[in-house]
């Protein structure tokens, strides 16, 4: 019996064992063609680019002093009953219209991020464990590699769904300018594709 590199990783997960560093670079050609045509698409929507530009703007002057402090403050809010800066985040236009791009993936998308040029959050589909992403490598590969990046990262099981995900990152350009103002994080969920 002949295992696909999907279904060998699969098997791994299901028993505990580590995936074999040959079959998790199978997922990556079909996550990027899964982005290129279901994905970039949204990149350029006015929706993104100007809730990107505002928050870049808006915090145009942060020090990191200051991105630690509102980092802090996600991070408290996560675990408490009031959510005031998770919930102005998740009741925006932009988390409005990447929740309806999750929701139209028919299970594909098991969630979705924009930062801004920093890494923080402009808006997401479901909240995020931290709000500055910039300190990780889906902002550095992305981001912090230019226009043109896109970093696939390694395959691992979601605990609380039980299913393989794969997150994929990619640079978001103005298309005005061409100049990289952001980046978007999607989770695909790889038993679905």
Request: hydrophobic share 40%; glycine share 8%.
């Amino acid at each position: 019996m002949k295992l696909s590199a999907i279904a060998f990783v699969t098997a791994g997960f299901a028993v505990g064992l580590p995936a074999v560093a040959s079959a998790e670079g199978m997922h990556v050609e079909p996550i990027k063609a899964y982005v290129s045509e279901n994905v970039d698409g949204w990149l350029n929507d006015p929706v993104v680019i100007k809730a990107i530009k505002a928050q870049n703007e808006a915090h145009a002057d942060a020090t990191q002093a200051d991105i630690d402090e509102m980092d802090g403050k996600w991070r408290e809010e996560t675990g408490a009953s009031a959510k005031p800066m998770i919930d102005k985040v998740l009741a925006n236009d932009l988390s409005a219209f990447l929740k309806q791009r999750k929701d139209e993936s028919a299970g594909l998308i098991s969630e979705v991020f924009v930062m801004d040029n920093k890494g923080l959050n402009v808006g997401q589909s479901d909240v995020t464990s931290d709000y500055w992403q910039g300190d990780e490598a889906k902002f550095q590969k992305s981001y912090g590699e230019g226009a043109e990046a896109i970093f696939v990262d390694e395959i691992e099981e979601d605990e609380s769904s039980q299913t393989l995900q794969s997150q994929v990152s990619k640079t978001i350009v103005d298309p005005q300018s061409g100049e990289a103002i952001g980046a978007i994080t999607v989770g695909i969920n790889v038993d679905n594709l």
